[in-house]
């Protein structure tokens, strides 16, 4: 029986060659900004908190920002890993607690056309976060990637998650499957979530063209942290 696999995954430093909304603010933000993010990163602010506070301290227009995303570069293995997944007929969804800025800027300049939902920088005589898909309760993320998959995952799908941050970690838990590295491979560790460690998405597609020649189910429990 054919596996019916739907894919989620993280866009800043998973996608994207390197953090864009980290590298925004550290190029264009005032000296503050690492103790924000640290506050963050702790858990004791939520991205919209983090983000209100941080925009004030960008010293950048709206043309500076849009040259300096124009720059951001992908994953080249990247685009052979979508056009497997087109071609093996797996949705593929983009969540991303960054902003739809840049993301939109990204897939526009590599012509990939996939689906993705992330924050909203606004430019009213300065900077500001708009957040569409909060979760009401919860709050601690802009985007409740959890929420978006339980929403998105069709019947019959197995839900895989692909990602390396602190905002990964609560669709991490829900997922089948889990692709970590950085930060997500040591939360995944401290919370004793399984996952396949990867590099890039040439790993990815490996490890997952080995389970449908072996028509392997017993992926799940296996923690790969090579």
């Not at 004791?44 to 849009?66: F, I, K, M, V």
């Amino acid at each position: 029986m054919a596996k019916k696999w739907m894919f989620f995954l993280d866009f800043d430093g998973t996608i994207s060659r390197e953090d864009v909304c980290f590298n925004m603010v550290k190029k264009f933000a005032r000296e503050g900004w690492e103790a924000i993010n640290r506050l963050w990163e702790e858990g004791q602010l939520s991205t919209a908190e983090c983000a209100e506070l941080t925009l004030e301290l960008l010293e950048a227009g709206p043309e500076e920002l849009e040259a300096f995303f124009k720059n951001t570069e992908i994953d080249v293995s990247f685009i052979t890993f979508v056009n497997w997944t087109k071609g093996a007929g797996y949705p593929l969804y983009i969540l991303s607690d960054g902003y739809d800025n840049y993301i939109k800027e990204v897939l526009h300049k590599y012509q990939l056309k996939i689906p993705y939902y992330a924050n909203h920088l606004v430019y009213e005589r300065g900077w500001g976060i708009k957040c569409l898909h909060t979760d009401k309760e919860c709050k601690r993320c802009g985007v409740c990637k959890t929420e978006l998959i339980r929403e998105l995952l069709q019947p019959g799908y197995q839900a895989i998650y692909i990602g390396d941050g602190y905002s990964d970690i609560c669709p991490a838990e829900c997922c089948d499957m889990v692709f970590a590295k950085d930060q997500l491979a040591r939360l995944c560790r401290e919370k004793e979530i399984p996952f396949y460690h990867y590099r890039d998405f040439t790993d990815i597609q490996i490890i997952l063209q080995n389970l449908l020649t072996n028509n392997n189910n017993t992926w799940k429990g296996i923690q790969n942290d090579q």
